[in-house]
């Protein structure tokens, strides 16, 4: 099959890009702003919760590997859904809960994995299922960020660990480094 990408908002970048990173299938994730008005937003701009843009993460995945819909179920599963425009401490539309559909295939799958988080969580979920619209990646001292700085950071090693745990206790197969030491 062929690369196919994914778009979604879960709060914090750094926190979610750092979980699917860890992914099987996951080729790679790219920090960034989408579902805003202002072009070529800053971290700062975004931030300040003016421009309509969420902090959220492009990934692109093999789909001969990762479904789109296992995604969006790890994507429920590693941020809290229920929390409107919040994640923990992050506060403001910024860090909404938002999938960005890239075609009418995807719409369809968030809208049953939306069904699905619902089902789950007794009807509580406010994730939005949000038009395409125009990416913007984060500035380059955001790529990655847990691999560098985050692992010095207060705020990531608060909340990364326990999205990592989560991930390898509830997704085990799907996991690189899980995969990685069963290989041996």
């Not at 988080?117 to 990416?135: H, R």
């Not at 990531?156 to 999205?163: D, E, G, M, S």
């Amino acid at each position: 099959m062929a690369d196919q990408v994914a778009v979604l908002a879960g709060g914090c970048f750094w926190c979610t890009e750092a979980v699917f990173l860890d992914v099987v299938g996951v080729k790679s994730v790219e920090s960034g702003y989408t579902g805003g008005t202002t072009v070529n937003p800053t971290y700062k701009q975004v931030c300040g919760g003016d421009t309509g843009h969420a902090e959220a993460i492009r990934i692109t995945f093999d789909d001969s590997e990762l479904s789109y819909d296992d995604l969006l179920d790890i994507f429920f599963a590693i941020h809290d859904p229920t929390q409107l425009n919040r994640q923990g401490n992050d506060i403001g539309t910024q860090y909404r809960s938002a999938i960005f559909p890239q075609d009418e295939v995807q719409a369809d799958a968030a809208r049953a994995a939306l069904a699905r988080a619902n089902d789950a969580l007794s009807g509580k979920v406010v994730t939005t299922i949000e038009p395409k619209a125009e990416w913007y990646p984060a500035e380059d001292y955001h790529q990655d960020y847990w691999a560098g700085e985050g692992q010095r950071n207060p705020y990531c090693l608060a909340v990364i660990p326990p999205k990592l745990a989560k991930l390898r206790k509830s997704f085990q197969a799907r996991v690189k480094s899980q995969a990685a030491t069963s290989d041996i």
